[in-house]
């Protein structure tokens, strides 16, 4: 029985190959993106889950409620951490300390740095101390976590221990130098950190060496805070985390001073929460929103729904020719039931084989995968997750394809069946048919409106004007020691000696960027204003580097301390102050500073990305915390330049590595996982209208069939070719308005939500859905129009005849 | 082992009740070879599948071995019908995709015989109709003739007691019609086959013990 369905299913694909094609390249095409979504969507849910206490461990987030609205940091004050500890003695409390920048010198036995390995690690420098390898579990290649206990000890991951000492097995007890200042030993060594975690640890300081030390700001004081310190605790499973909440809002009274007291507690987040979390973010080299992950989720349902709908559309329109097979079938006894697992077990076959070309295709497009969201690692295609993935896929592909035509064609009436009685309309499944084209085309309306949205976006963000001049501006990382402090003068010098550099300024930022420095402030010898300052420290040429505008006044001169503030347009406005003109000569302080006098105002300038509104912003000098080197280059020979800056940095500062990057590039990561989504959009909608087009064309080609006799007697009886072409493409295009119809206002809608991520955006015009409808029509038209027109030319009097 | 008493069958169309058969009375024995003759739209091939209980009535009384079709249950009545029943075509209405061998296989797979009965059965039937050489080839590779006989073979496999035949020559030429019928005779005569046929020439009819003349729907009485 089995054998003999299995036979007539395939000798029925192969005789109709065209249709097959055309189903097995849609259910393929749509399986392969479902299984890669998939594997994307899992791996970004793996993050840390290999931690075996993932489900316990907490993250300790310090949040501020203020007039402009509430604000989340990821860390907390030093001295908390010995608090946490003595209050909560039923949790276990780890800490860690994050240090970006640090430069790692690796010292040959002698205790000489040697010239060539000198480091940055990208991801950061950590300061622990043994606790918290109590809450968060790593395999030690040798060590523990008790070496963490004593200062001037460092643990490296064996791939840093590799690349420091050649050999991590000869690292132990060998020495490097952080930051140019304090020596570490190497005492243990920990297994590389998995790719998919947000904790990408290479080397591990002891906390106690931190604590000793000024360069990284210890402090026993509560009133400030760095997101670089961290306290994570592991909560024993009867420890509810509600509870911590609870007595965490009652410690925050008690060690909070003055205001801070009643506006900053702190409450714990999951671990789960840490890779999606936009708010508060992570250490990571990437976070996602959990909303992205869900679009995409949607959108591989919609493409496998998709290529579903061609299928049940194809083979019902089939069914008219399978009829007789299934009359006889019933005159030779068989009931319904077994018509109807013989006509499932056929979309089965063909399911299978389109599994397999999707495997194929899906191994293709993995190594690319990763280059698309930038992942560290490879995904993997055949794990056992993704293999019980793809195979309950197909289950559900087979089902949610195959159940309606198996059920019209096992209805069917012998009598009726065996005298060719049944036809399109017979079946009942031309509107049901309606109905899904204009589903499927709704799909990629949407899918298309989404993209040209997202990219028109990207376009905006790309190309809007930030209040300055970014372009071939080439930033440098320094270290802010006295010894450089003590260079800096000479360094301007020499870069601005060569005619390709136009200017240089020495900042703590360029004027756009990811972390900003805020502070309280007072204008006008009034009290302190109520809202965050957001500071940026430069030398005198910043304004000249980044080509600021300024609206009243001027810069200051050359000086390493603060001699006068310059404020933007928007700190103006917030005070009231009535025009850039008034402000100049007002009195201003931050922090308790003396009171200095306004000199200038500026043009307003983006201060963070434009996801966020710009800020009320200040600029003075404060050489003690300039970090960065802003190089303004002629365009005209980028490469030269950099390497000349390059040597010159290296005769300057031979002690630390030479860090560099073009500033719209920085600006343009700001933006990474919405370029990363609009691309991801842009493939799949792609896929989705082929899949459509497929579909359309596998339907008129049958349509052109059903109605050879009606374009015979029309051609008899003296119709055009072009009219004829206008009977098949006239219902199409109907179905398409009436998708359009469906599809514009649920996409304005999504990408209207998109767009609010964005303080600055671009707003959805009509051109956008006319492009949409547009581009469906021509591709409707473009793959009806083949069929279209042969049936139109064909010879009526062979058409005729067949009757 | 067929009794008809008081048929009528009937559709609406259009407000209008057009009577498709009217009042059949008919008792056909097991054994007989019964030949319906009648012109086109008389109500022969309705008949035929009413018969073969392809097809419902409206009216009237239906005994096939003596129980009542009216009566069975859907799946009761495809268990008699596939025991007992086997279908000859005018258009043969043999499955494409499956080759001469597997056409006749067929019912089998509907009977639940084992795959070595199965096997036993068919070369069997084939060695009989001389189609061992043809069993590979797929229907389209026949001729008419064959193909009818291809039907024929596989409405006998099962090894029916009533063989219902609609117009089963109609497309074949007069020495190939001729092969049919006697072939049927010989059906008729050596098992015991009961045979209904329909069939518009009176040469063919003639090979029946018995003709039923059919004219709008109605018997006529000769």
């Excluded at chain 1, 949607?298 to 089939?318: D, G, Y």
């Excluded at chain 2, 590779?141 to 099962?158: F, K, M, P, T, Y």
Aim: charged content about 20%; proline content about 3%.
């Amino acid at each position: 029985m089995f054998k003999n369905y299995f036979k007539t299913a395939l000798r029925n694909l192969n005789r109709h190959k065209g249709y097959t094609l055309i189903n097995v390249l849609g259910l393929a095409v749509g399986m392969a993106s479902c299984l890669l979504i998939f594997m994307v969507v899992r791996y970004e849910n793996s993050y840390d889950k290999f931690q075996p206490n993932f489900n316990n461990i907490y993250h300790v987030i310090t949040q501020d409620k203020s007039e402009d609205g509430e604000s989340y940091t990821p860390g907390v004050p030093y001295p908390a951490l010995e608090a946490l500890r003595q209050d909560l003695p039923q949790v276990k409390t780890g800490a860690l300390f994050c240090n970006f920048g640090c430069q790692m010198a690796v010292l040959d036995p002698s205790g000489k740095a040697i010239q060539s390995k000198k480091f940055v690690e990208e991801q950061g420098t950590f300061f622990m101390d043994p606790e918290f390898f109590e809450v968060f579990t790593y395999t030690w290649l040798s060590g523990s976590p008790k070496v963490l206990a004593k200062p001037n000890a460092i643990v490296l991951t064996r791939s840093t221990a590799n690349r420091y000492f050649g050999d991590w097995k000869q690292a132990i007890g060998r020495s490097v130098k952080m930051d140019n200042d304090m020596v570490y030993t190497v005492e243990g060594i920990l297994e590389d950190v998995p790719a998919n975690s947000d904790y990408q640890i290479t080397a591990v300081a002891s906390f106690a060496t931190l604590k000793n030390n000024q360069l990284y700001g210890y402090t026993t004081d509560w009133g400030s805070t760095t997101s670089n310190f961290q306290v994570y605790m592991l909560l024993p499973s009867a420890v509810k985390a509600e509870a911590i909440d609870q007595q965490l809002k009652a410690l925050a009274k008690k060690y909070y001073k003055n205001e801070d007291a009643n506006k900053r507690v702190n409450f714990l987040r999951p671990l789960s929460e840490n890779h999606f979390d936009e708010q508060v973010g992570n250490l990571g080299n990437h976070s996602t929103s959990r909303s992205s992950l869900t679009t995409l989720s949607l959108i591989a349902f919609l493409i496998i729904l998709m290529a579903c709908i061609n299928f049940v559309n194809l083979s019902t329109a089939q069914a008219v020719g399978r009829s007789k097979e299934v009359g006889v079938r019933k005159v030779l006894g068989s009931n319904r039931l077994q018509l109807f697992w013989q006509m499932l077990g056929e979309t089965k076959v063909l399911v299978v084989i389109s599994s397999i070309l999707a495997i194929f295709l899906a191994w293709l497009a993995t190594p690319y995968i990763k280059h698309v969201i930038s992942l560290q690692e490879d995904l993997h295609l055949f794990t056992v997750q993704t293999l019980v993935f793809f195979l309950l896929t197909m289950i559900t592909v087979t089902l949610l394809a195959g159940i309606y035509p198996a059920m019209i064609l096992s209805g069917f009436k012998p009598v009726l069946a065996l005298k060719n009685r049944i036809n399109s309309s017979t079946i009942g499944g031309l509107s049901l048919r309606r109905v899904l084209v204009v589903l499927q085309f709704s799909i990629s309306q949407l899918l298309i409106i989404g993209t040209i949205v997202a990219i028109a976006q990207m376009d905006f963000v790309r190309h809007a004007d930030l209040g300055f001049n970014k372009d071939a501006t080439l930033v440098l990382d320094m270290n802010n020691d006295s010894i450089t402090r003590k260079k800096l003068a000479a360094f301007k010098q020499d870069l601005l000696s060569d005619a390709e550099v136009k200017q240089v300024s020495f900042c703590n930022d360029p004027p756009s960027s990811n972390s900003n420095w805020g502070t309280n402030f007072a204008y006008n010898n009034q009290p302190d204003e109520n809202f965050t300052l957001y500071m940026k420290y430069a030398d005198e040429s910043y304004f000249e580097t980044f080509g600021l505008k300024f609206l009243a006044g001027q810069g200051y001169a050359k000086s390493d301390t603060c001699t006068g503030y310059v404020i933007n347009d928007c700190l103006r406005k917030k005070l009231h102050i009535k025009s850039p003109e008034d402000a100049i000569g007002k009195n201003f302080r931050t922090g308790g500073n003396p009171w200095k006098k306004i000199i200038g105002v500026v043009k307003d300038f983006n201060t963070n990305s434009l996801r966020e509104t710009i800020r009320p912003t200040g600029i003075v000098s404060l050489k003690k915390v300039y970090y960065r080197a802003a190089i303004k280059l002629s365009s005209s020979n980028i490469i030269r330049s950099q390497e000349v800056i390059q040597q010159k940095w290296n005769r300057y500062f031979p002690e630390y590595v030479y860090n560099a990057t073009f500033l719209d590039k920085t600006i343009e990561e700001f933006y990474q996982q919405e370029s990363q989504m609009a691309l991801l959009y842009k493939i799949f909608a792609g896929l989705a209208i082929f899949i459509s087009c497929l579909g359309l064309y596998g339907l008129i080609s049958f349509m052109a069939v059903q109605k050879t006799k009606e374009v015979g007697i029309r051609k008899v009886l003296g119709a055009k070719v072009s009219s004829i072409v206008f009977l098949f493409s006239k219902e199409f295009t109907l179905l398409i308005l009436i998708a359009f119809v469906i599809a514009a206002p649920l996409a304005w809608y999504f990408m209207n939500s998109w767009l609010e991520n964005f303080a600055f955006r671009i707003h959805i015009g009509f051109g956008v859905f006319a492009i949409a409808i547009l581009s469906s029509i021509i591709i409707a038209w473009l793959s009806v129009g083949y069929k279209a027109i042969r049936a139109a030319f064909a010879n009526p009097v062979k058409s005729l005849r067949t009757e | 082992m067929i009794e008809l008493k008081n048929i009528f069958k009937w559709v609406n169309q259009g407000g209008n009740r057009i009577f498709l058969l009217k009042d059949i009375d008919l008792t056909i024995n097991e054994g007989e070879f019964v030949s319906i003759m009648g012109p086109s739209g008389s109500g022969k091939s309705t008949l035929l599948n009413l018969i073969g209980m392809l097809d419902g009535f409206d009216e009237g009384e239906y005994n096939f071995m003596g129980q009542s079709v009216k009566n069975l249950k859907e799946k009761q009545r495809s268990e008699i019908y596939k025991q007992n029943v086997g279908f000859v075509f005018q258009a043969y209405h043999l499955i494409d995709e499956l080759t001469v061998y597997e056409n006749i296989e067929t019912p089998l797979l509907y009977k639940d015989f084992k795959s070595s009965e199965r096997k036993a059965m068919v070369s069997d039937i084939l060695d009989r109709f001389n189609f061992v050489g043809k069993k590979d080839l797929f229907p389209n590779q026949l001729s008419g003739g064959q193909q009818q006989l291809v039907g024929i073979a596989r409405a006998l496999i099962s090894r029916p007691k009533l063989i219902l035949a609609d117009e089963p020559t109609g497309n074949l030429n007069s020495k190939q019609g001729e092969e049919i019928m006697e072939l049927f005779t010989k059906l008729n005569a050596d098992e015991g086959v009961t045979i209904v046929q329909v069939t518009h020439s009176e040469k063919n009819a003639a090979y029946g013990s018995r003709v039923i003349h059919l004219l709008d729907g109605r018997m006529e009485n000769k």
